[in-house]
């Protein structure tokens, strides 16, 4: 059913006494709104937006459904900017080699048509008024066309920067924050770096600018003023895992003082595996627990290295404003950690 009304507070009226999916329209009806009502992580109804048009660059990621039991994972609904897809790094366990496995491009960075990049988020902005954020960096590495004639810091920045109300969530393992610093954009703009322990990121990062070098890019942000989190993720329980991890996070904070910490561990969807060309992280799984998010490290192993990393950025740090990612609700209630209180990565 749709229906056709001028103000989006008129949908949003119609959605919640009508839903469960509606649309409203405004000018180009190619370029509608599609509301959804679906449950938050507290239970309540909330209205989301699903997508905008067709959903080929604005779409809401609602892979994990309402928590109903331990074994379900619990990650927060959010708006993709789908703007492009793939990337330069060769991660192992890089999930969009099974998200793109039937491309004969594979996830070879691929930037979508231009005008409709602009159009979609231009009218995103014109009829959503309730702030949000995009990640711009689910499908891609945010900056993975920086210094080309479309980029995200040369093209979409500056449509974020013409409002006052939606922010842009670039997610990064790149050192090439040039055109980031130069667009002016910390009212706007919040950083992600994703980082991980040294000898992890060496083995299986490959061809990622070595994590210290991501850690001064960082601080070049957040010393200009920009909101920048950090993901740890996905911790890998090497040997001596305990120390090279400690390592990290004390090399982040000797270097400046992270908004947001999201944390992750290991997991491999099917897909995933079966489309890597690299998987020796693989035996780190063959003793986990299955979720709705693939093959996972086994459960107490992942508890110890969250809680020692929860323990000493409380310890040493008096930092708690950590969350978790892609984990189970019997792990978030294991650490006594409140899911419904989430802060993570990907939301404001």
């Given at each position: 059913?749709?229906?056709?009304?001028?103000k989006?507070?008129?949908a949003?009226?119609h959605?919640i006494e009508n839903?469960?999916i509606?649309r409203?329209k405004?000018g180009?009806?190619s370029?509608?709104?599609?509301?959804?009502?679906e449950?938050?992580?507290?239970g309540?109804?909330?209205?989301?937006?699903d997508q905008?048009?067709?959903?080929?660059?604005i779409?809401?990621?609602?892979?994990t459904?309402f928590?109903m039991?331990?074994?379900d994972?619990?990650?927060p609904?959010?708006?993709?900017?789908?703007w492009?897809n793939?990337?330069?790094?060769?991660?192992a366990?890089?999930y969009?080699?099974?998200?793109?496995?039937f491309?004969e491009r594979?996830?070879?960075?691929h930037?979508?048509d231009?005008?409709?990049?602009?159009s979609h988020?231009?009218?995103?902005f014109?009829?959503?008024n309730?702030?949000?954020?995009?990640?711009?960096?689910?499908?891609a590495d945010?900056?993975?066309?920086?210094?080309h004639p479309?980029?995200l810091?040369?093209?979409?920045?500056?449509l974020f920067?013409?409002?006052n109300?939606h922010k842009?969530?670039i997610?990064?393992?790149?050192?090439n924050?040039?055109?980031?610093?130069?667009?002016?954009s910390?009212?706007?703009v919040?950083?992600s770096?994703?980082l991980n322990a040294y000898?992890?990121?060496?083995?299986?990062e490959k061809?990622?600018p070595h994590?210290?070098?991501r850690?001064?890019a960082a601080?070049?942000?957040f010393d200009?003023?920009y909101?920048v989190r950090?993901?740890?993720?996905p911790?890998?329980?090497?040997?001596?895992?305990?120390?090279?991890?400690?390592?990290?996070i004390d090399?982040?904070?000797?270097s400046?003082y992270?908004?947001?910490i999201t944390?992750?561990?290991?997991r491999?969807l099917?897909?995933?595996?079966?489309?890597?060309?690299d998987?020796s992280?693989e035996?780190?799984l063959i003793?986990?627990?299955n979720?709705n998010?693939?093959k996972k490290?086994?459960?107490?192993i992942?508890?110890?290295?969250?809680?020692?990393?929860l323990?000493?950025?409380?310890?040493?740090?008096?930092?708690?404003?950590?969350?978790?990612?892609?984990e189970?609700?019997s792990?978030?209630?294991?650490?006594k950690i409140?899911?419904k209180?989430?802060?993570?990565?990907c939301?404001l």
């Amino acid at each position: 059913m749709t229906v056709i009304v001028k103000k989006p507070k008129a949908a949003i009226k119609h959605l919640i006494e009508n839903g469960p999916i509606e649309r409203y329209k405004v000018g180009d009806a190619s370029l509608s709104i599609r509301l959804k009502k679906e449950k938050n992580l507290y239970g309540h109804d909330e209205i989301f937006v699903d997508q905008i048009g067709d959903g080929r660059i604005i779409k809401l990621f609602d892979k994990t459904p309402f928590p109903m039991k331990s074994t379900d994972v619990i990650c927060p609904h959010f708006l993709e900017l789908k703007w492009a897809n793939g990337c330069y790094y060769d991660c192992a366990w890089c999930y969009l080699n099974g998200t793109f496995r039937f491309f004969e491009r594979g996830k070879n960075p691929h930037l979508k048509d231009e005008d409709s990049i602009i159009s979609h988020i231009q009218a995103f902005f014109k009829q959503w008024n309730k702030p949000t954020i995009l990640n711009s960096g689910e499908l891609a590495d945010s900056l993975v066309f920086e210094g080309h004639p479309f980029s995200l810091s040369k093209d979409i920045i500056p449509l974020f920067k013409s409002q006052n109300r939606h922010k842009l969530l670039i997610l990064t393992k790149s050192t090439n924050v040039e055109g980031v610093l130069d667009s002016n954009s910390q009212n706007t703009v919040i950083a992600s770096f994703s980082l991980n322990a040294y000898p992890v990121a060496t083995r299986w990062e490959k061809k990622t600018p070595h994590p210290r070098d991501r850690i001064e890019a960082a601080k070049r942000l957040f010393d200009a003023g920009y909101e920048v989190r950090i993901r740890v993720d996905p911790m890998v329980p090497v040997e001596e895992w305990k120390e090279v991890y400690i390592e990290l996070i004390d090399d982040v904070f000797s270097s400046f003082y992270p908004e947001r910490i999201t944390l992750g561990s290991l997991r491999g969807l099917r897909s995933t595996i079966n489309n890597c060309e690299d998987t020796s992280w693989e035996e780190y799984l063959i003793n986990g627990s299955n979720s709705n998010w693939g093959k996972k490290v086994e459960d107490g192993i992942r508890f110890d290295m969250y809680k020692t990393l929860l323990s000493h950025l409380m310890t040493v740090y008096d930092y708690n404003n950590v969350g978790l990612c892609k984990e189970t609700v019997s792990m978030w209630e294991n650490l006594k950690i409140d899911y419904k209180k989430i802060k993570c990565n990907c939301i404001l």
